[in-house]
């Protein structure tokens, strides 16, 4: 079996970041707005760093104005991620970006994506599940609004609750109250850090939102005690390498910490972020990681049932995707 046939879990994905540029492009256009700023002459996305990548994702996203918009987005993204062998995905849903954090536009939002994740779903057999997100550079306030919308639509197809942006703003601790309301709606959690923050934004992270997944948390490398704890804690880390590798954390596959910490025990799971602004998909990731570590199948499906393990969904649909992961008869 080829790598790209290979079922996979993706657990750490933004819906906007997957957009692909052509779409992106095709509704600025059909809205008369100029965005052209955002694409380099071959028409990829183009950025130099960290800040200007948040800064261009949200000129994007700005081009993404209604729930139809969101359905469009929704359909092709998921078409993409099947294409790729992506079986189960969970992706982060922003109510700043789907209706200014308003619950009723929100909830229309919602609905327009969860229909077209259906109707994905019926045509090619992925399952998806919705993280609603809160973007830390907007502030704690906004994080509680969207946090809200987390409780008030949490189910079966909302089932987590996380934390993007910019992670050099405000502490973890700011944004505890947002977390508390979206534990107490049992919704699971996740919060970005370790990424451009080092090893003391991963303990802040853990000690004051009490997630049980880290989004990146790689830099926890830097400190072996806190490794030791988070395979101890069986704490599970979003991995993205190629983002990493592309925002310029890491200079190549080879210097990236993923194998490292999982030969320390740590919980890793493989995801893609945001892929077309990183030129990624599931594939490349794995047949990057096979290139740079010797990884094969094996390793492979052990990340996936680590990942499953760790996804946010019922334990229904838990099953029902450990089905599609085992291998096929032969
Ligand atoms: N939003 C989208 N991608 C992100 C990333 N890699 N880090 C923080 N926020 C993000
Ligand atoms: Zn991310």
Known sequence: MSLAS?????????LEGAAPPELVRDMARARGLDISRIFD?????????????????????????????????????????????????????SPDFCGGRDLAAWRDYLHAIEEAAVRAEAAHGIVMRGIVTCIRHFGPDKAREAA?????????????????????RGRPRDFAYAFDM??????????HAGE????????????????????????AVE????????????????????????????????AHPIARLRARGVKVTVST???????????????????????????FAALNRVALDAAFCDADTRAEIAKKLEPADV
């Open 223 to 254: 400190d072996p005690a806190l490794v030791d704890r988070l395979a101890e804690a069986g704490v599970v880390l979003e991995v993205c390498p190629g983002s990493n590798i592309a925002l310029g954390l890491y200079p190549d596959w080879a």
């Open 148 to 168: 809200l919308c987390a409780a008030e639509t949490a189910g079966a197809f909302v089932v987590g609750f996380g934390m993007a942006g910019d992670e050099g």
């Open 41 to 93: 002459r071959h028409g990829a996305y183009v950025f130099a760093d960290f800040l200007q990548f948040l800064d261009i994702y949200e000129v994007a996203t700005s081009v993404l104005r209604s729930p139809e918009d969101y359905a469009r987005l929704t359909l092709s993204v998921l078409e993409g991620a099947a294409a790729e062998g992506v079986v189960y995905l969970e992706s982060f849903l």
């Open 6 to 14: 290979l079922p996979k879990i993706e657990l750490h994905h933004h």
């Open 182 to 191: 979206a534990r107490e709606a049992k919704l699971g959690l996740t919060a």
């Open 273 to 299: 972020d945001d892929p077309p602004f990183f030129h990624t998909t599931m594939t490349r990731e794995y047949e990057r990681l096979a290139d740079a570590f010797g990884w094969d199948e094996g390793d």
């Open 196 to 219: 451009w923050g080092g090893p003391a934004s991963v303990r802040e992270t853990l000690a004051d939102l009490r997630v049980a997944r880290i989004g990146h948390g790689v830099r």
